[in-house]
C-alpha cells in the first residue's frame, strides 16, 4: 500500500469512526451533564486514551490474531507491512473467515436499523421497511442460512466465521438495548461519578465494535485501523462536550452511516468469496454516502429555517 493510499484508507477509516459513534456521543453528553467537572474531565482526558488505545487498538489487534493462530502478536501486528511470504500467506488463508464475520455483523445491523430502530426516513422505502417490523428475524435468518451455506462449498471455517459474525451482532444489540435503560437509571438515580465514568467506558467499548469490525473494510492493517479509528475517536470527544448540539441538527447523518456500513458489509462478503476490491472503493462509498446525507440534511435545515 503506498502513501497516498494510506492517506485515503486513514480518512475514510476516520470518518467513519465518527458517523458511526453518533449515538454513543449523545448518550455520553446526556450523561456527562449530571456528572461534576473534575469527572468530566478525567473522562474525557483518561478516559480517551482506554477509547483510544485499549478498544481501537487493541481489539483489532486480538481479531486479526485470533483469526490467524499461525502468527506470533508481533506478525499479527505488522502482518500487512510485512514482506515475509510466510506472514502473508497466513493472512491471506484466514482473511475470509474474517471477513465474512464482519461482513454478516454488519448488514444484520443495517438490516436491524431498517426495520426497527426509529429514524428520520431519509428515502421514501424507509418508512414501508420500518412498518414491516416483524420480518427482520425472518430476514436475517434467511440470510445467515444462504451465507453460511455458499461458505461451506468453500471452507467450514468461513461459515463459522459468519456464525461468530450473527452471534457478536446479537450480543452487542443486547448490551445496546440494556444502554438505554442504563443511561435513564444513571439520569434518574443518584449514583456516584465513578460508576457512571465506568459505565460509560463500558459502552463505549460496546459501541466501538460496530466501527472495528466495518474498520476490517478498508483495510486489514491493525496500525491503519489504529490511526483512523483512534482519530475519529478524539473528534467524537470533542464533539461530546462541544457542538454535538449542532451535530443534532444533521438528521440524517445516521442515515448515511448505516447506508455505508450495508455496503461496507457487501464488501467484506465479497471480500470473503475472492471478489477483490480496490483498496479505495470502501473509503469511495463512504465519503459518498455520508456526504449526500449530510447535504440532505442542510437542505432540510435550511427549509426548517425558511418556514
Known amino acids: 500500500m503506498n502513501l497516498l493510499s494510506g492517506i485515503i484508507v486513514i480518512a475514510g477509516l476516520c470518518l467513519f469512526e465518527i458517523i458511526s459513534s453518533i ?3 449523545i448518550i455520553n453528553a446526556e450523561v456527562l451533564t449530571t456528572m461534576r467537572p473534575k469527572a468530566r474531565r478525567w473522562f474525557l482526558i483518561w478516559g480517551l486514551l482506554f477509547a483510544v488505545f485499549l478498544v481501537r487498538g487493541l481489539l483489532p489487534w486480538l481479531i486479526v490474531w485470533a483469526t490467524t493462530p499461525q502468527l506470533n502478536a508481533w506478525q499479527a501486528l505488522t502482518a500487512t507491512f510485512t514482506s515475509d511470504p510466510r506472514v502473508l500467506e497466513a493472512v491471506e488463508l484466514s482473511s475470509p473467515m474474517l471477513l465474512i464475520g464482519g461482513g ?3 448488514i444484520f445491523l443495517f438490516f436491524h436499523w431498517l426495520f426497527i430502530e426509529p429514524k428520520n426516513y431519509g428515502f421514501r422505502g424507509e418508512k414501508f421497511f420500518h412498518a414491516q417490523s ?4 425472518a430476514i436475517v435468518a434467511v440470510l445467515l442460512t444462504l451465507i453460511v451455506w455458499f461458505a461451506l462449498q468453500i471452507n467450514p471455517l468461513m461459515a463459522f466465521g459468519a456464525v461468530v459474525g450473527s452471534t457478536a451482532f446479537f450480543i452487542t444489540h443486547g448490551f445496546k438495548q440494556n444502554a438505554e435503560v442504563g443511561e435513564k437509571n444513571l439520569l434518574r438515580k443518584n449514583m456516584s461519578d465513578v460508576s457512571k465514568i465506568l459505565y460509560l467506558e463500558v459502552l463505549d467499548a460496546t459501541f466501538s465494535i460496530d466501527g472495528v469490525l466495518g474498520a476490517f473494510a478498508f483495510t486489514l492493517s491493525v496500525p491503519l485501523i489504529f490511526l483512523g479509528n483512534g482519530v475519529g475517536a478524539i473528534v467524537v470527544r470533542q ?3 462541544g457542538n454535538l448540539d449542532k451535530i443534532k441538527k444533521y438528521i440524517y447523518l445516521k ?5 455505508s ?3 461496507l458489509g457487501i464488501i467484506m462478503l465479497l471480500d470473503s468469496f475472492g471478489f477483490n476490491l480496490p483498496s479505495w472503493a470502501s473509503p469511495l462509498i463512504t465519503f459518498a454516502s455520508v456526504g449526500y446525507f449530510f ?8 427549509q426548517k429555517a425558511a418556514a
Open 23 to 25: 449515538d454513543n456521543a
Open 104 to 106: 454478516t455483523f454488519l
Open 134 to 137: 416483524v420480518w427482520f428475524f
Open 239 to 241: 464533539m461530546t462536550v
Open 255 to 259: 442515515n448515511g452511516a448505516m447506508y
Open 261 to 263: 456500513i450495508l455496503c
Open 295 to 302: 447535504y440532505k440534511s442542510k437542505l432540510h435545515i435550511k
